[in-house]
């Protein structure tokens, strides 16, 4: 069975302080990963698509990467805008390419 | 340009009635879904369809209809709520090719079934 498993449930940061969110992922084949970040009372935006691993993509503090296993959200000095929940999603080769969506990693910045 | 819109932003019921949640995309996306979203539960695929006319089940159809007369709309109807429904619900739409991770979100429509 598919499984997408996100880490830590709930993560609280001082602005400036850099961490990594998880993102690990059992499929019989990936075909993408895809990160989003979801604003409180707002649907999910997406960030970052990722295909193989070794692959990296950045949008100004994050930097989303990607091995045979997981992937891993670099947020690096983190601004209390930065707050949000982040949610990642895999879409396995060959079948349907409906994306399974993990529980989401909430992020809480302070200043 | 719209995007995704849902309406209505939120409702409340009574158990037993019925009500349909819509969503309209403009992006001539072929691919439409719903999900719903529980606290510790992450986002529950309802129902999708990949082109007008064509719907098929989720992860958790039970209670809900679907149908998809145009490429804009996809209305997601309650046959008898329960209280077991109350959450908030998301439509979403992407191309229906290796793009369909790339998912464009509506803001949402909050449900509580009395």
């Known amino acids: 069975e598919d499984q997408v498993t996100q880490s830590p449930e709930a993560l609280r940061l001082q602005e400036g302080e850099s961490s990594s969110l998880n993102c690990s992922y059992t499929?019989?084949?990936?075909?993408?990963l895809f990160w989003y970040r979801q604003d409180p009372g707002k649907g999910p935006e997406f960030l970052f698509t990722?295909?193989?691993a070794g692959e990296e993509k950045e949008k100004e503090r994050l930097k989303a990467t990607l091995t045979k296993k997981e992937s891993f959200l670099h947020i690096t000095a983190p601004k209390p805008e930065d707050s949000a929940t982040y949610l990642c999603?895999?879409?396995?080769?060959?079948?349907?390419?409906?994306?399974?969506f993990g529980r989401g990693t909430s992020l809480i910045v302070h200043p | 340009n719209a995007g995704v819109t849902q309406t209505p932003k939120f409702q409340v019921l009574k158990t037993g009635q019925s009500m349909t949640l819509q969503c309209a995309q403009d992006?001539?996306?072929?691919?439409m879904s719903w999900y719903r979203q529980d606290p510790g539960m992450g986002l529950r695929l309802i129902h999708y369809?990949?082109?007008?006319?064509?719907?098929d089940q989720g992860e958790v159809p039970n209670g809900y209809n679907v149908s998809r007369s145009t490429t804009e709309d996809f209305p997601l109807r309650l046959l008898s709520a329960a209280p077991s429904q109350t959450s908030v619900y998301f439509c979403?739409?992407?191309?229906?090719?290796?793009?369909?991770?790339?998912?464009?979100f509506g803001e949402g429509s909050r449900l509580t079934v009395l």
């Open positions: 979403a739409s992407s191309y229906w090719t290796a793009n369909t991770g790339e998912l464009f």
């Open positions: 499929v019989s084949g990936l075909r993408g």
């Open positions: 990722l295909y193989s």
């Open positions: 999603a895999v879409q396995k080769l060959g079948g349907s390419y409906i994306p399974t």
């Open positions: 992006m001539n996306h072929e691919y």
């Open positions: 369809s990949v082109g007008a006319g064509i719907t």
